[in-house]
């Protein structure tokens, strides 16, 4: 990977732990997700009008239809992902469902594709189980600790679950949106700006059934929203000129060093438990990433 590549990614990757870290300190539900999507359609108008919206007129039919695809993905996604942060606590959550994609992705590729992993892949799927053990368990996969409470298993296991859920809608839309990049030509900032000008109708009758609580929850979250709607983009952005100068598949894991950010903020910000076994595990989760794409 050249070295601007790389620095793209990981300044993406700090950038995508502090929006994770304000929609999880800040966030709510569907119309959080929403506001999140307005923001983000009148924050970036200037540099989108500044730019030139002269490509879209020679957006292909494909082109097209990848965007939309994308959007939904990533509405699906964003849903997710806020649920899970409801749910339980983001140094669960992120780690999760970052180390998720890689690891659903080699799992089909040897049992439907029949591809050999080899010892390196072999180890990096075990790194990736190990973490998530790891901060699911922690002391008690040592037999040490208990939980005060059921419910603090119960919460940590739900994180997991959205954790896997969110991190296969990742894989969905890092593979969109890579061909859309790569493949078709299409500007990083164009296809992140109308994914979110599509979210906005998507979203909305969602919104509309809730219509009573949306000033409430915005006097709440507003915060988050202008924290997301101006760090999320620019993360994502970054990554994908990254992709259009390096290959995706080391693009992808190298920004999983994401995990670490997310880890130590999550951790020291937002006073989360159990501190020290969720860095570890994101650790090993990240280091599994990376030798599966080796």
Not at 35 to 42: D, F, I, P, Q, S
Not at 123 to 150: C, K, W, Y
């Amino acid at each position: 990977m050249p070295l601007h590549a790389l620095a793209l990614v990981l300044t993406a990757a700090l950038l995508h732990a502090l929006w994770n870290l304000a929609a999880k300190k800040w966030g709510g539900g569907p119309h959080f997700v929403f506001a999140c999507a307005v923001g983000v359609v009148l924050f970036w108008l200037p540099a989108v009008l500044w730019i030139g919206l002269g490509e879209l007129p020679g957006w292909s039919t494909l082109a097209w239809g990848f965007v939309v695809a994308s959007a939904v993905v990533h509405l699906l996604y964003f849903n997710c992902l806020i649920a899970g942060y409801r749910a339980s606590d983001l140094t669960v959550v992120y780690p999760v469902a970052r180390g998720t994609g890689p690891l659903l992705s080699a799992t089909a590729a040897v049992l439907l594709l029949d591809e050999h992993l080899g010892l390196l892949g072999m180890l990096g799927l075990a790194g990736v189980v190990g973490g998530i053990l790891l901060i699911t368990m922690g002391p008690r996969l040592l037999g040490r600790g208990v939980d005060p409470e059921v419910t603090a298993t119960l919460r940590r296991r739900r994180g997991v679950y959205w954790g896997m859920a969110t991190g296969a809608l990742i894989a969905g839309y890092t593979v969109l949106d890579g061909y859309a990049v790569k493949v078709l030509a299409v500007s990083p900032l164009l296809l992140d700006y109308c994914g979110n000008v599509l979210r906005v109708p998507m979203q909305l009758p969602v919104v509309l059934r809730n219509r009573h609580s949306f000033k409430a929850e915005m006097r709440r979250t507003w915060k988050g929203v202008l924290a997301v709607a101006v760090i999320s983009p620019l993360a994502y952005v970054l990554v994908l000129l990254a992709v259009r100068d390096a290959p995706l598949s080391r693009v992808a894991p190298a920004r999983e060093v994401s995990m670490l950010f997310a880890a130590l903020l999550g951790g020291q910000l937002l006073g989360e438990g159990e501190r020290g076994w969720r860095i570890a595990g994101a650790a090993l989760i990240g280091a599994g990433v990376i030798a599966l794409a080796l």
